[in-house]
């Protein structure tokens, strides 16, 4: 009996170590609270999901981009067919953060990015190095029903 429960405790370790998305309610004072959702860190980059005015903006923060609207290119891993999707991007002002959509929900790739388990994201650039990230999408429903509400 005791080796069913070592097993049992090993495995919902294992599966819970798996979660892509932490939640956060943001308060700083100013604002009013919101809720953010952002994936663990990859690369030294972040996806991260917010509701801003009711519009799910989608992007990625932490790698640095030298043009002011790259290319993105994602694939979601859906069932493992690969779902490509292509998007005109802008960069922060310091060029840390590429807002890949402001509105996720009308970007046509919702139902992927949702029952995606992998998803790769290219941003592609004109004059500077292309980076590649690849980030394990466990949760994303949660994560968008989270920033939704």
């Given amino acids: 009996m005791k080796k069913v429960l070592i097993l ?3 495995v919902y370790f294992s599966l819970s170590s798996f979660a892509q998305w932490s939640y956060e309610t943001v308060n700083n004072g100013f604002d009013d ?14 996806l991260k999901l917010e509701n801003v005015d009711g519009n799910i903006a989608f992007y990625i923060q ?3 981009t ?4 790259p290319l993105v290119e994602i694939v979601c891993v859906v069932a493992g067919e690969n779902k490509k999707y292509s998007f005109s991007a802008i960069t922060s002002d310091d060029r840390t953060v590429v807002f890949i959509t402001d509105d996720l929900e009308n970007s046509g790739m919702l139902n992927d990015f949702k029952n995606a388990t992998t998803l790769k994201i290219r941003i592609n650039e004109t004059y500077c190095d292309t980076s590649v990230f690849s980030f394990y999408m466990g949760k994303s429903s949660s994560a968008y029903t989270f920033i939704n509400n």
Avoid: H, N, W
Wanted: charged share 20%; with cysteine; aromatic share 20%.
């Fill in 62 to 64: 932490g790698s640095y």
């Fill in 8 to 10: 049992l405790s090993f």
């Fill in 33 to 46: 609270p919101y809720r953010i959702a952002y994936t663990k860190q990859v690369d030294g980059a972040i």
């Fill in 66 to 69: 030298c043009e002011d609207y």
